[in-house]
């Protein structure tokens, strides 16, 4: 389980065929040893191998056809987060470092002392998708400003941008998308209770969330 408070930004040294994952890194080694999960640009991955410059991890077929960590080089920067200790704080929100769809960047524009992110999601995700509710972009726990269609926006500010790879957003970037877990728990649970998917959306209704009949 993370939070979405990303600890440091990684470097990839190599990525090889057999799914080794070679990362340069610092800060998350500190007390990781073989066997702890450290989430990669939001991908909850196991530890296989630590040296004194990094780490290493296997990353299975599907995950690298499920998220962007396929696309990944030697060089490439990465999010990095340990696994939250039962001391931690929950400075973001419920993050279980499993990818549900890749997002796209469709704009990036500055307001005031923030950056605005666009982000269009795979249809299916959008559901989840409500104002003031939380999302998971590349492993950073973010408040989602709007919702329109299959569009989310963010805004981003500077300590964020500093501190993760967020910065580097351009439109066409892909990033990796978790929605927030309470909401499919929810759904989950109010389909089996009236046995329609379409109960959250009545209940969001009548909370006043969104308006009747206005598309998630």
């Given amino acids: 389980m993370f939070t979405g408070i990303v600890e440091e930004r990684g470097t990839v040294s190599r990525l090889d065929p057999a799914g080794k994952l070679v990362i340069n890194a610092e800060r998350v080694l500190e007390g990781t040893g073989p066997g702890d999960s450290i989430s990669v640009s939001g991908v909850c991955l196991t530890v296989v191998e630590l040296s004194g410059r990094g780490f290493t991890v296997d990353v299975m077929p599907e995950t690298l ?15 990095l987060e340990r696994a939250m200790s039962a001391q931690g704080r929950f400075g973001g929100h419920l ?16 307001e005031e002392n923030a ?12 559901r989840y998708m409500v104002p003031k509710g939380s999302v998971c972009v590349d492993g950073v726990s973010l408040t989602i400003v709007e919702t329109a269609g299959g569009r989310l926006k963010v805004s981003v500010i500077p300590h964020t941008l500093d501190e993760t790879t967020l910065r580097e957003a351009r439109p066409g970037t892909r990033v990796n998308v978790e929605v927030d877990i309470l909401g499919k728990y929810v759904e989950a649970f109010l389909s089996r209770e009236s046995g329609s998917a379409s ?4 209940a969001l209704s009548r909370g006043g969330y969104i308006e009747p009949g206005e598309p998630m």
């Fill in 95 to 110: 993050v279980n470092g499993h990818v549900d769809g890749i997002g796209v960047v469709g704009a990036v524009s500055e």
């Fill in 199 to 202: 109960s959250i959306e009545q």
């Fill in 115 to 126: 950056v605005l992110i666009s982000i269009d999601v795979p249809g299916e995700l959008s």
């Fill in 65 to 79: 056809r499920r998220s962007t960590l396929g696309s990944l080089s030697s060089g490439s920067t990465v999010n």
